[in-house]
């Protein structure tokens, strides 16, 4: 009998965590009971969706930040670094075949690392780890072998679309383009000031997809977009000249290729994560989804328009970091937490202390004021985002 595939999943609580675990639900009683085999979840704290999850998997290995304790079964590891040591211990005693990485920020860098470093397959959900050591975690993976396995659905589709056998994928000279398309978020049909001025109550509600405050934030800025752009770069290995972004309000196509031809490869499907999260545990092959079929005459028509950069000016940001390289990224990121993290804050609900165009222009400040240096190890990535969390709390003038 095959053995299970033996999965960590870091962020299991989180939306595409939890969407994970129903994927392999399915798939579990599609293909039979031990296909895969949940042998770690990581979380941020021992909520009553982590007990759950613990009951319906029966994990050898449960990690969170805080130091509650779970009444389960699995050994328990708490504190900061938990989930990086969780990997660890898991690949010690029982191996460990895929990480999911899906915690969201730059909190599951460590555990990310630490996966590919150990040779493991990463299915990654978290860009924020290419964003801000993009040049780590690609040189680990080529120095072992591991595999970065695109969730992010735009990566997902840039990845099928480019019919690529084995990532981490090198761009073939056959590529024009690739072309990430965006929702937009729920601010997409606002002027410069209307976004500028947006509340959290406004920002938060996406037309299309449910999706974690933080992201849905980032989808309004459209700087979701920017760290995809970032983490495209560092996928495919393709340079900010061959990348580009087109607003898709009906999240139909997820990305496109453009060939050196002219011709044009779009990835098309419903907007379920639980597909691009599919495609990632079970390839190369492909099975029966669990999300909703896909019916293009129901859709009717395609739409596509430029972004505005005036209104959404992370996407120049992102190509900027780019273009720039080595710490600045880490920069982009951090300084992007901090500020969604004070306009999502108790007290600013009518959006006056902390407006929603103070974030793009907390970045740049932040950006302006670094000097990017080349990325060596895990302490050039947490030195520079510790110095951007402190630029943009004085810069907003929080306390």
């Not at 969706?49 to 009444?71: G, H, M, W, Y």
């Not at 079964?73 to 938990?82: F, S, T, Y």
């Not at 680990?140 to 969730?151: D, E, I, K, Q, W």
């Not at 729920?186 to 299309?208: I, K, M, Q």
Request: proline fraction near 5%.
């Amino acid at each position: 009998m095959t053995s299970p595939k033996r999965i960590v999943i870091l962020g299991s609580t989180g939306s595409i965590g939890t969407q994970t675990l129903d994927v392999i639900e399915h798939l579990n009683a599609q293909k039979g009971p031990h296909t895969f085999e949940v042998v770690g979840l990581a979380a941020g704290r021992a909520s009553a969706e982590l007990a759950k999850q613990i009951e319906r998997f029966n994990p050898r290995f449960v990690s969170t930040c805080s130091e509650e304790c779970l009444d389960s079964k699995a050994e328990q590891i708490a504190g900061e670094d938990a989930a990086e040591e969780l990997v660890r211990r898991a690949h010690e005693v029982v191996g460990v075949d895929l990480v999911v990485g899906a915690i969201v920020g730059s909190a599951g860098l460590g555990a990310t690392l630490a996966a590919v470093e150990l040779g493991i397959d990463v299915a990654l959900a978290n860009k924020e780890t290419l964003v801000a050591a993009g040049e780590l975690v690609v040189a680990a993976c080529s120095r072992t072998g591991a595999r970065l396995l695109p969730v992010d659905s735009e990566h997902s589709a840039l990845w099928q679309c480019l019919g690529e056998v084995r990532p981490p994928i090198a761009t073939p000279s056959r590529v024009r383009r690739m072309i990430l398309t965006a929702s937009g978020g729920a601010l997409r049909d606002l002027n410069a000031s209307e976004v500028y001025a947006a509340t959290p109550a406004l920002a938060l509600a996406h037309p299309t997809w449910s999706m974690g405050p933080k992201v849905t934030v980032d989808t309004a800025s459209l700087m979701n977009k920017g760290l995809e752009l970032i983490e495209a770069h560092w996928l495919f290995g393709i340079g900010a000249d061959g990348l580009g972004v087109l607003v898709h309000p009906t999240s139909t196509v997820h990305s496109m290729v453009e060939f050196v031809d002219g011709s044009v490869i779009a990835q098309l499907g419903a907007p379920d994560m639980r597909t691009p999260i599919q495609y990632a545990l079970t390839f190369p092959d492909r099975a029966e989804c669990c999300a909703d079929g896909f019916d293009l005459a129901k859709i009717g028509t395609l739409e596509f328009r430029e972004p505005d950069h005036d209104a959404f000016p992370a996407l120049s940001m992102a190509y900027e970091v780019i273009r720039t390289g080595g710490s600045l990224g880490a920069v982009f990121n951090a300084a992007n937490e901090e500020a969604v993290a004070a306009f999502l804050a108790p007290g600013n609900e009518d959006g006056k202390r902390v407006p929603f165009g103070r974030i793009a222009e907390a970045v740049r400040a932040a950006m302006d004021a670094h000097d990017s240096k080349p990325i060596t190890s895990l302490d050039c990535v947490e030195k520079a985002s510790t110095e951007a969390r402190a630029f943009v709390r004085d810069w907003l003038q929080i306390k």
